[in-house]
């Protein structure tokens, strides 16, 4: 049931490179990340390509495979006609290390960005009470598993390399609305969303949504409510009235 | 092997040319999981300078595999829960083996780490009240698994890692530096400790992956925790990085590794495709109603319980499906025994010939819950198997098998400090061992390394200060030398060996010959093996460059993965009894001497190999025994051994004069320091010889018709008189015994 199928993989480093072409063993039940593990056993030793864990659970995979973007451990190679190329690149929108392996470094820097959960300062570890529908939101924003796949997707960096100053990407603006939303955190999170993170930058077209692979609705869940809770803070009329009034800093309210 | 032409600006790097990039810590922890993360972070608290060495990127650690949840017995569901029943639970799981001093720890201090994960945000699922949730899980004896669905490690690695990054924003808030005092170093891998010319820790040296340069760490103390092993066998549920770096690492320093030979092979992995084979299934399917079946239909497990347990687990279906809605009036489903007894069933059903077309056997939660309800509690699985094998766990049954999981073995800590023999050294989590005994119960982990690492870096931090004007440790540049020539080797050397073919003979050899039935000429023919394997080992070649060359990785992971097969080959050989994680073919009853015996592995004289010398197990304070009934402690425990317990223990005590007991017991019980206690025991004459008498095979009790005598032996247990602990021995035996007609199993399978 195996067959030679056919690989263009791209190799190269920062300075440079191009796809190179491989015939390559593929096997029934296989998926895309054990045929580039193949080829680094059999033909290219030094060809780096990050993995973890191999079930989708730690999000290190990531890559282009037909020009979209993926988990190689989640890509399996029956979605592919035999006699089809497959296409390998590395995540676009991060500068490449080198082959499949790119600078992430981006969203860690956006990560730290992020205030910190801010919990009630009279509560004791043991006293925390919340019931399941209300950490339910926040839980759906928790399953990210940081494959970036997301951030690599999101035509606001993607293609717009002068943004990445000022947007934070839908990884890290999700992580905005999971603490907005987490039932005990006391921090004012509106304006930093729009003014910090660039939530403005986002126009709902659902990009990063189609690419997760722990099918978040990064989109319609956390982003727009996120949205409409910044819309409620700036344009409120009574909000804006108590502003001009008494100059409200964001951190109260 | 040859298209690498664009790295030539790459090329190999002399010391002599190459500026070593260094940096000073107060403390370094080796591994980002869980146990590093949190041993980090109580170090940092205690106001010291840290450095996180990570081998993949910050956040990926295997930690994220975990997936039912973590043990602490908060009491949340079942109000009766409580750390005596959960030591008893640790205890009993691990066969009597583990360090009790650790499970004491462990189930005592538990619960408030993981309400301390509340407070750096962690999201557990909830009760009615708005407490966290726990579920039921094997081997524990009331619902005490703190989880969010099944993915609870990646919650306790991200949360751990929000709380990093919480420090490092206090800390840019007061210096202007993120990592002024707590610094991750991704992507990194450590290739030697280093010591000072007195013995004590001084530092470390590694290389960053992306760059291929080589960096130095001088620190006083340095925490080990990197995990496990796993990356030795071909089929397992563990990550590339599972290559055994801390085991060796330590043992290369001078450290201990304690009772090798126990290694859990998880009952439920997936089996098909075979490009999956061994990526876990949660043991939470099982937790929540899951059933395994073997191809005839039939609910197996009833047939397996041992005898040691035979109290605890339903005798029948109906029983066991009434426990998951009245678990005060009935005993819990025999799928919900602890991994070594499922895992063991699981192979002998499939050596029988009554397994799936793949290999496996059946685990259906299909038919036990309604749809909505499995994509609710197991999403995780849901997707797994929905997208890498074409399988709806919702109408149908998964094939599962065993695979290789973890590592109860580890380095040699001091139960209270994680401190090892060599001062500055500290290990917590998986790396350590001792916590477990002789098989870990499922859900023990993560609050282990939670435990354990926080204890880790509360005790660094203290050695440190304890240093006082004597001043930091040294590194000596010719160490920093010597482990850089060691490490380049593989690229000077591109003509030689393909690692891969050396990693994967490597595999093979471990997953047949040393795997979940051990025969003791295979063990011996994998240790005959290891030895072609090492002089192999050092001809291995890397083509290509230092920037993120994998081939020359694996180069230098071989090193540790032998030497960590090394140690679990000798001392699989050497245990002759069956227990947990370690099953001899030609021994299948667990021996009361044995139990009284760790295994120490540590570095042979010249450094070529491993010497392996038995060392007594401490002895477990009485107060901590008297938490056990003695009927069941006699199943495990030598007449004599028991003496301490007084009256109660008198029918079995009669024949021995009491002077042999082992003393009573210091009260407080620091109990058994390792620092101290090794030195002891290593002029200690061992109890080598007395350790190799088997107890006479009982008559009666022949193997064979458990499900016949299941009836009659809960009636017989409770009369407990002396043939109790042979009739254990003989009884865990029978789980074994259809097992031991065949072969060293899943390996076979290998594709």
Known sequence: MGYKGKFKVWRGDASGGDLKDFEVEINEGEVVLDIIHRLQATQAPDMACRWNCKAGKCGSCSAEINGKPRLMCMTRMSTFEQDETVTVTPLRTFPVIKDLVTDVGFNYAKAREVKSFTPPKDLLPGEYRMQQIDVERSQEFRKCIECYLCQNTCHAVRDHEENKDNFSGPRYLMRVAELDMHPLDTADRKNSAQEEHGLGFCNITKCCTEVCPEHIRITDNALIPMKERVVDRKYDPLVWLGNKIRRRTSSDA | MTDNTENTENAVGTKSTEPVERHSYDVVVIGAGGAGLRAAIEAR???????????????????????????????????????????????????????????????????????????????????????????????????????????????????????????????????????????????????????????????????????????????????????????????????????????????????????????????????????????????????????????????????????????????????????????????????????????????????????????????????????????????????????????????????????????????????????????????????????????????????????????????????????????????????????????????????????????????????????????????????????????????????????????????????????????????????????????????????????????ICSLNEDGSGIDLKHQPIPTIRPDLLGLFEVSELQKYFTDEELTVLGDSAEPVAEAKPAGEAKPAAEPEVKSEPATESKAEAKSEPEAKPEAKTEPAPIPGQSNGEKAADTAADKVAEKSTEKSATAEAEEQTAQAEAEAQTEDAETAAEEK
Request: aromatic share 8%; hydrophobic share 35%.
């Open chain 2, 45 to 599: 608290h205690a106001g010291k300078r840290v450095a996180v060495i990570s081998k993949s990127l910050f956040g990926k650690a295997h930690t994220v595999m975990a997936e039912g949840g973590a043990a602490a017995a908060m009491g949340n569901v079942n109000p009766k829960d409580n750390w005596q029943v959960h030591f008893r639970d640790t205890m009993r799981g691990g066969k009597f083996l583990n360090h009790f001093r650790m499970a004491e720890l462990h189930a005592k201090e538990a619960p408030d780490r993981i309400w301390e994960l509340e407070t750096w945000g962690a999201l557990f699922d909830r009760t009615k009240e708005g407490k966290i949730s726990q579920r039921n899980f094997g081997g524990h004896e009331y619902p005490r698994l703190a989880h969010v669905g099944d993915r609870t490690g990646l919650e306790l690695i991200r949360t751990l890692q929000q709380r990093v990054v919480a420090l490092q924003q206090e800390d840019k808030a007061s210096t202007g530096d993120y990592e002024a005092n707590l610094r991750v170093f991704a992507e990194t891998t450590i290739v030697r400790l280093l010591k000072d010319a007195s013995g004590r820790i001084a530092g470390a040296v590694g290389y960053y992956r992306e760059t291929g340069q080589f960096v130095v760490f001088e620190a006083p103390a340095v925490i080990m925790a990197t995990g496990g092993i796993g990356r030795s066998y071909t089929v397992t549920s563990n990550s590339w990085e599972y290559t055994g770096d801390g085991h060796a690492l330590a043992l290369l320093a001078g450290a201990a590794l304690v009772n090798m030979e126990f290694v859990q092979f998880h009952p439920t992995g997936m089996v098909w495709p075979p490009s999956v084979k061994g990526i876990l299934v949660t043991e939470s399917v099982r937790g929540d109603g899951g059933v395994l079946r073997n191809s005839e239909g039939k609910r197996f497990m009833f047939d397996y319980v041992p005898d040691v347990f035979r109290k605890q687990y339903a005798e029948t279906e109906e029983e066991a499906d009434r426990w998951y809605d009245d678990q005060e009036n009935n005993r819990r489903p025999p799928e919900l025994l602890p991994r070594d007894e499922v895992a063991r069933s699981i192979n002998s059903e499939v050596k029988a010939g009554r397994g799936t077309p793949n290999g496996g056997v059946f685990l259906d939660v299909s038919t036990r819950l309604p749809a909505e309800e499995i994509r609710r509690r197991l999403p995780s699985m849901y997707h797994q198997f929905k997208e890498l094998a074409d399988v709806d766990i919702t109408a149908q049954p998964m094939e599962v098998g065993p695979t290789c999981h973890y590592v109860m073995g580890g380095i040699e800590v001091d139960p209270d400090t994680q401190g090892t023999v060599v001062p500055g050294l500290y290990a917590a989590g998986e790396c350590s061992g001792g916590m477990h005994g002789s098989n870990r119960l499922g859900g023990n982990s993560l609050s282990d390394l939670l435990v354990f690492g926080r204890r880790a870096g509360l005790h660094a931090a203290e050695y440190i200060d304890g240093l006082g004007t004597a001043g930091k440790p040294a590194v000596a540049a010719a160490d920093v030398d010597a482990a850089l020539e060691e490490a380049l080797a593989p690229l000077a050397n591109a003509d030689g060996e393909n690692p891969y073919t050396l990693h994967h003979e490597l595999q093979v050899t471990m997953n047949t010959l040393v795997g979940i039935i051990r025969k003791p000429e295979e063990v011996s023919e994998a240790l005959t093996k290891l030895e072609e394997f090492k002089p192999r080992r050092t001809k291995v070649g890397a083509a290509g460059g230092r920037r993120f060359n994998p081939g020359w990785h694996v180069a230098l992971d071989l090193r540790n993965m032998l030497i960590v097969s090394e140690c679990v080959a000798k001392a699989a050989l050497e245990r002759e009894e069956s227990r947990g994680g370690h099953t001899r073919d030609d021994h299948p009853a667990m021996s009361s001497k044995w139990r009284q015996i760790n295994l």
